[in-house]
């Protein structure tokens, strides 16, 4: 078995949730049952995880956890077959293992059924065995098969009931009543019969010639009535209400799962619809296997029925939630593609006008400024003041919708050469404010688009030298390291700093601290948290030690 098969193994094992829990009182009686039908004195529950054999339930003796590598049961249990060993001291697989040797235990003859899930995974084992020699017949090894598949049922109700505690006031009455008929049994076949109505596992037999031989309680509940062996097989779909999963098509009688059984040997997982008039209808998963006798004559077929109505509902909920959370998202990505391209075509069609505007007022301002009054020259240059911020806000917003729109391009890029081609562009600012901008350290690489990141470290810069603090010259200083999901990044300054109650907020489309100083138009740090999310990373805001903001962010590693 590969690697991967076995941890499919153990997630399957440990998704049961029966490791060290103690066993339910069905499970108890089927481990007894098991030991009454080999005719042995001893039989256990094992379940084989990564390094043990866990004995879940006993008879015979008294229980325990041992070592996988000493386990008779691990041998041969990926195997998934029946092993029927008359003397393990003879049996040159078995003869050296401590069960057998006197160590654990002196182990003679040994059977062991493997308790294999519907989807091939083997849990364990249902085993019996005996300090002497011994064998089985075929009707015995087939009634342990039988045991290990009601041993499955009963661990696929004891999951659902994890799931669905509302069952759990059900399950405690099953528990009861399996108590009171286990202890008022009086024969094997009266054992077996309580064990089956213990179960929220529908059970229908069959004889050899189709018609119906055995309901358990469950398969009675469902359809309302016990079953009837006056039926022909071609009867059974019209009396018990049998229908296609579609709700409206009569199941025809090479459909009806029990019959399937019989005819091919096995049916596995087929679905079908039992709507009983009277009661409510129920979608159910039916898996079921031939019966024979040791000479290979049919003697029947059995199928067990699994309630997967709420599943099935609950699946085609999930499945028309995901439908509609891609419509959402479709209709959302096409919305903010309009809303892009729309910015885009105003903010062009808005910056010619302003620019004839600004073309104007200055022509004003050359040709008559010596004619006008010293109120009408304010008035030019707040108009032309004006002009000039609007441009500025255009742009901007022409930025956020670029950040937002441009495809994301990812390489290893050099974090050192970004910063220097922003202090590149903003060299005129930079020397206009008399600010210091260093790497503190050795810069990482990082996996980014490189003009996003540029764009990134402007905008941050930028924004540390604009709101600079009046009392000392600016400096801003950035520093980057590795860390195991990624590169987190600082951009630390020495300015008027940012008030916790804001550190969050400024991160919103036009959100500034102090609107009333208009030092900016609040587009800034929302173009930075745009760049940052595109990458998949967050963004936030701290205080400098000593006064002054730091802008903490995240680039994190791409995903493979």
Same mark, same amino acid.
């Given at each position: 078995?590969?690697?991967? @098969? #076995?941890?499919?193994?153990?997630?399957?094992?440990?998704?049961?949730?029966?490791?060290?829990?103690?066993? @339910?009182? #069905?499970?108890?009686?089927?481990?007894?049952? =098991? +030991?009454?039908?080999?005719?042995?004195?001893?039989?256990? $529950?094992?379940?084989?995880? #990564?390094?043990? &054999?866990?004995?879940?339930?006993?008879?015979?003796?008294?229980?325990?956890?041992?070592?996988?590598?000493?386990?008779?049961?691990?041998?041969?249990?990926?195997?998934?077959?029946?092993?029927?060993?008359?003397?393990?001291?003879?049996?040159?697989?078995? !003869?050296?293992?401590?069960?057998?040797?006197?160590? $654990? +235990?002196?182990?003679?003859?040994? +059977?062991?059924?493997?308790?294999?899930?519907? #989807?091939?995974?083997?849990?364990?084992?249902?085993?019996?065995? @005996?300090?002497?020699?011994?064998?089985?017949?075929?009707? &015995?090894? @087939?009634? $342990?098969?039988?045991?290990?598949?009601?041993?499955?049922?009963?661990? =696929?109700? !004891?999951?659902?009931?994890?799931?669905?505690?509302?069952? =759990?006031?059900? =399950?405690?009455?099953?528990? +009861?009543?399996?108590?009171?008929?286990? !202890?008022?049994?009086?024969?094997?076949? &009266?054992? $077996?019969d309580a064990v089956l109505d213990s179960v929220d596992v529908a059970i229908v037999a069959v004889d050899p010639f189709g018609r119906l031989a055995l309901f358990n309680r469950a398969a009675r509940e469902w359809h309302g009535t016990d079953a009837d062996g006056s039926l022909g097989p071609d009867e059974l779909s019209a009396s018990y209400a049998l229908y296609e999963t579609d709700g409206e098509t009569p199941l025809t009688l090479e459909n009806i799962p029990a019959l399937r059984a019989l005819r091919d040997g096995a049916v596995d997982h087929a679905e079908i619809v039992i709507q009983p008039p009277d009661r409510p209808a129920r979608r159910v998963s039916v898996t079921g296997r031939r019966i024979e006798a040791a000479d290979g004559i049919p003697l029947g077929a059995v199928v067990a029925m699994t309630d997967v109505s709420a599943d099935r509902a609950h699946r085609a909920e999930m499945e028309a939630a995901h439908a509609a959370l891609n419509a959402t998202v479709a209709e959302l990505e096409r919305s903010n593609t309009e809303l892009t391209n729309f910015a885009a075509v105003a903010g062009h069609d808005l910056a010619s006008p302003l620019a004839v505007v600004a073309g104007y007022l200055e022509l004003l301002a050359d040709l008559y400024g010596a004619q006008l009054d010293e109120q009408a020259r304010g008035w030019v240059g707040t108009a032309a003041r004006s002009v000039v911020r609007m441009q500025a806000l255009i742009q901007s917003l022409l930025t956020y919708a670029r950040a937002g729109h441009a495809p994301t391009v990812r390489r290893p890029t050099d974090l050192a050469e970004v910063l220097g081609q922003a202090m590149v562009d903003l060299r005129t600012t930079i020397k206009e404010n008399q600010a210091t901008v260093r790497p503190v350290g050795a810069l990482p690489h990082v996996d980014c688009d490189p003009t996003l990141a540029r764009q990134l470290l402007q905008n941050l810069v930028g924004n540390a030298i604009k709101y600079r603090c009046p009392e000392r010259p600016p400096l801003i200083e950035v520093s980057g390291e590795e860390t195991g999901e990624g590169v987190l990044v600082r951009v630390a300054d020495n300015g008027i700093g940012i008030p916790a109650a804001h550190r969050e907020r400024v991160f919103d489309m036009f959100a500034m601290v102090d609107p009333a100083k208009a030092t900016g138009h609040g587009i800034g740090l929302s173009t930075c948290l745009r760049i940052v999310q595109r990458h998949g990373g967050r963004i936030r805001a701290e205080e400098t030690p000593g006064g002054g903001t730091t802008i903490v962010f995240t680039l994190p590693a791409r995903t493979p």
């Open positions: 078995m590969s690697e991967h @098969d #076995e941890r499919s193994r153990l997630a399957a094992l440990h998704e049961y949730g029966l490791l060290d829990a103690p066993a @339910d009182d #069905e499970l108890e009686a089927v481990v007894r049952v =098991a +030991a009454l039908v080999a005719g042995v004195p001893n039989a256990t $529950l094992n379940l084989i995880d #990564e390094n043990r &054999q866990c004995q879940l339930t006993t008879t015979g003796f008294d229980g325990g956890d041992s070592a996988r590598t000493d386990s008779m049961c691990a041998i041969r249990l990926l195997e998934g077959r029946t092993v029927v060993v008359p003397d393990a001291g003879e049996d040159p697989v078995y !003869r050296d293992n401590p069960w057998v040797t006197g160590r $654990l +235990a002196g182990v003679r003859f040994y +059977a062991s059924v493997p308790l294999v899930t519907p #989807e091939g995974h083997a849990l364990g084992t249902l085993c019996v065995f @005996d300090d002497a020699p011994g064998t089985l017949t075929g009707a &015995q090894i @087939d009634r $342990l098969q039988d045991l290990a598949r009601v041993i499955l049922a009963l661990f =696929a109700r !004891r999951r659902e009931a994890r799931i669905r505690t509302d069952l =759990a006031a059900e =399950a405690e009455s099953a528990r +009861a009543v399996a108590q009171r008929a286990l !202890r008022e049994a009086e024969s094997r076949q &009266q054992l $077996l």
